[in-house]
């Protein structure tokens, strides 16, 4: 009942779009797009801002293969979406699994976005997807995942030099985090008078920010990289 | 005085009770590291579930590193008893067996036997220390491998690259040293008032328990008075794995534990140069 | 300070508290002899001893030894010490040998193998050098602690109570090693004990203290000489012998008597009257001795102060 209820209501925001391309088409483009590479290799640096956790930036490798084998590799602990940033655009390859709503436009990163809702029509992890969708160059900017797992994930993305790739430079994770404290047993009390580093985020949201540069592309990349 | 520190050295090191020490250290870390080779992947994951639920966390986790933070951790307490056995026994033990009338009667001052005792008592504390940096991080880095440290504080996770961890902790096992120094000039300034070998040890024990049990209780009336306990003070090894590093504090720390050093050998040296031997 | 005297006190003073352990205690004792020290217990002996090896610190006065002030020359006048204070102090979980090395050490000596094993011979310790301390019997100890006492060749050699716990072998053994000491190595030894009769066996010289004041001092012969003797009589007939001397004004010379003799208080010069009155009054004896024991004249000093 709620799925038919919120069914009705994109469709009067679709009605309210006064966009040219229709959903369908503007996720066909963004397939094209992303089909263009089959697997890449880069430089990461990955940023943290995690409640509870006090944790410095790390340096790593990504190695990535269609449609949606993402690994990344450092010498240190890393704390990692459970989603890899290609789950949205693997969900998206899938038409016949969901169904595309226009939700209007928006501005992102100072481009005018076409926002997408996307309702699943299988039993799925799932619930909600959302997606900003630039229509000129086929790149999803921004998008908005809900699932029973793991709540709501966000992610931006900044694209820059390899934007025809539909590579970004930057993506930008926002994680909703629950409640987290060390167990009393094994904590130790630094006596550290500073207040603690991490946080600064909203309440119960944490952000990971990975930085990919030396794009290597389409080098016929076998799955061993992928295993553990 | 060379001669001297050799001397005390040569009965440190000939007493069956200096190997106590080295023993229970090597007991405790090689049952700690045991345990954890057999059950640390449980004990992560009690501590990490929560976070779990939100991330994947990549990495080596149970590492050396991690390891040997644990049993610093868990050595805390025992550390200052395992010093006290043998350096709260440099004076009063020779006054209990009588010795101290051959070692008084001789050509070196009272001062020079008191200065070799406090430097032959500060390298078995040394000697201690290695042993246990020796066990506790050489042996476990072996075992378990290198990584980032894990520093689970009780309002945050710290996470230190393993590029950042050793200095830290060459650094906590040298200011660890200093600490127990303390431990070493206290019951040494109590081994010069006693005439038998346990009421120094069981002093010196009895005030570290009742110091840190003070410095744990959040009284109001007792907040004025925590910042003058060395054993306040002496945890200070753990904030060399604050992120920031909590400079100012640790200086502070070491200034106030240097001062207890010396009022604490001041007072031995002042109570020793007078004391009659009449035993 | 006297020409012969390896050790002058002048004006000594210990207090406790309020109590004066000693008191104005001025001592001369000369180089090269035996010097018995003596004084009931609490006399202040141990603490006089105590404070000539700066184990005990003076409230007040001077100690010289060898000419040097023992407050400005400590360790020049130590270095030519050996003492043993009660008893020898050993480190009883290491070997003699080890004992013996440390306190070399603390002489600042680095005495040869050979010298070491020189030592253990000399006091009857060879083939033994190795084993623990914790081992060794009473009188082994004893003998370890003049091996001590001697490592470093001193000049002059303190004995607080050596004799404790000796066996009457190990006793002579002692005297004979002190004797040997003065005489062959030329060592003057302060020796305190309690057993007046070795004192009396061996000293030359001595000094009595009482409540922390020397009462009397002097060559123990020249002391002794002036004090009254012990006349030990054995009558033929105990019974006629004693009841003639209850009769008569020797009755108030008497001392004691068993059943084999009677003893009297008498000065040298009344030996003869009395061997006249025995043989006045017709009682034959076998023997009429005289003893002057160093108990007799201690106690009486020691009493009247």
């Given at each position: 009942m709620m799925k038919y209820k919120l069914f009705l209501f994109l469709i009067w925001c679709h009605g309210m779009n006064g966009s040219a391309q229709t959903p369908q088409e503007l996720i066909a483009k963004v397939n094209k797009n992303f089909n263009g590479v089959k697997d890449y290799s880069a430089d990461l640096m990955m940023n943290f801002s995690i409640p509870g956790v006090n944790i410095e930036p790390m340096a790593g490798k990504v190695f990535y293969k269609q449609p949606d084998k993402f690994r990344v590799r450092t010498k240190g602990i890393v704390f990692l979406p459970k989603q890899n940033p290609y789950y949205a655009l693997a969900l998206l390859k899938d038409t016949d699994a969901y169904t595309a709503v226009s939700g209007g436009m928006e501005e992102i990163q100072a481009v005018n976005c076409s926002v997408i809702n996307i309702i699943p029509s299988?039993?799925?992890?799932?619930i909600l997807g959302k997606f900003w969708i630039d229509a000129a160059n086929g790149l999803v900017i921004k998008s908005q995942l809900t699932t029973k797992s793991n709540g709501t994930v966000s992610i931006e993305n900044t694209f820059g030099s390899m934007r025809t790739f539909a590579l970004p430079d930057k993506i930008v994770f926002t994680i909703d985090v629950a409640k987290f404290k060390v167990p009393k047993a094994v904590?130790?009390?630094?006596?550290?008078?500073?207040?603690?580093?991490?946080?600064?985020?909203?309440?119960g949201t944490g952000i990971i920010s990975l930085q990919f540069s030396k794009y290597v592309l389409n080098?016929?990349?076998?799955?061993d990289v992928f295993k553990d | 005085m060379i001669n001297l520190i050799k001397l005390e050295l040569f009965k440190i090191v000939t007493k069956p009770r200096s190997y106590l020490g080295f023993l229970a250290i090597t007991v405790v870390v090689i049952l700690i590291q045991f345990a954890f080779y057999v059950d640390g992947k449980q004990y992560i994951e009690f501590i990490f579930q929560a976070l779990q639920n939100s991330f994947q966390i990549e990495g080596n986790i149970l590492n050396g590193s991690l390891i040997c933070f644990i049993i610093l951790q868990m050595l805390i307490i025992q550390m200052p008893l395992l010093v006290a056995l043998v350096t709260g026994d440099l004076v009063s033990g020779e006054a209990a067996s009588g010795t101290i009338r051959l070692l008084l009667s001789k050509t070196y001052s009272r001062g020079q036997i008191l200065w070799a005792k406090f430097i032959a008592g500060n390298i078995y504390t040394f000697a201690l220390i290695l042993w246990l940096g020796i066990l506790a991080l050489g042996i476990g880095l072996w075992v378990f491998g290198t990584g980032d440290l894990v520093v689970l504080k009780s309002d945050e996770l710290v996470i230190l690259r393993a590029d950042d961890v050793i200095w830290r902790f060459l650094g906590a096992f040298f200011v660890a040293f200093f600490s127990l120094s303390v431990i070493t000039t206290f019951s040494l300034m109590l081994s010069c008032f006693a005439d038998n070998s346990i009421t120094p040890i069981v002093a010196s024990m009895s005030v570290i328990i009742i110091f840190t049990i003070i410095g744990t209780l959040d009284v109001q009336l007792f907040d004025t008075i925590k910042p003058a306990l060395f054993t306040t003070h002496m945890i200070i090894w753990r904030n060399l794995f604050d992120n920031p590093l909590p400079t100012s504090q640790i200086v502070t720390s070491f200034a106030i534990l240097f001062g207890h050093i010396v009022l604490f050998l001041s007072v031995a040296f002042w109570h020793f140069k007078r004391k009659d031997i009449q035993n | 300070m006297a020409n012969n005297s390896i050790i002058s006190i002048k004006n000594l003073n210990k207090f406790y508290g309020s109590f004066?352990?000693?008191?104005n205690l001025n001592l001369e004792i000369p180089e090269g002899e035996v010097f018995g020290f003596l004084g009931p217990n609490g006399a202040g002996k141990s603490t006089t001893l105590r404070m000539l090896l700066t184990l005990i610190q003076p409230t007040s006065g001077d100690i010289w030894v060898f000419n040097k002030n023992l407050k400005t020359d400590r360790r020049e006048i130590l270095q030519q010490i050996g003492s043993i204070i009660e008893k020898p102090d050993f480190y009883l979980y290491l070997s003699a040998m080890n004992n013996l090395k440390i306190q070399a050490g603390l002489s600042r000596l680095r005495p040869s193998k050979s010298k070491l094993f020189e030592m253990f011979e000399l006091v009857g310790l060879k083939g033994r050098?190795?084993?623990?301390?914790?081992?060794?019997?009473h009188g082994m100890k004893q003998r370890l602690g003049i091996a001590q006492t001697l490592i470093h060749d001193p000049r002059l050699i303190i004995l607080d109570e050596p004799t404790t716990g000796l066996d009457p072998q190990g006793i002579i053994d002692l005297r004979n090693m002190i004797l040997h000491l003065k005489n062959d190595l030329k060592k003057t030894i302060v020796l305190s004990s309690h057993i007046l009769s070795e004192i009396e066996l061996i000293a030359d010289s001595m000094t009595i203290i009482n409540n922390g004041k020397a009462v009397v001092q002097g060559k123990v012969g020249d002391l002794l000489s002036n004090e009254d003797l012990i006349i030990s009589i054995e009558p033929q007939s105990m019974a006629n012998c004693l009841s003639a001397i209850q009769q008569s004004a020797w009755q108030k010379k008497w001392r004691a008597n068993n059943k084999n003799a009677i003893e009297l208080n008498l000065s040298k010069a009344e030996i003869p009257e009395l061997n006249k009155f025995l043989l006045e009054h017709n009682l034959p004896t076998y023997s009429v001795s005289y003893k002057r024991t160093l108990e007799d004249y201690f106690l009486k000093l020691t009493s009247q102060n």
């Open positions: 299988k039993e799925n992890d799932l904590a130790v009390d630094l006596n550290s008078k500073s207040a603690p580093k991490s946080g600064g985020n909203p309440k080098k016929k990349m076998t799955d | - | 004066h352990v000693i008191s050098e190795q084993d623990k301390v914790k081992a060794y019997s």
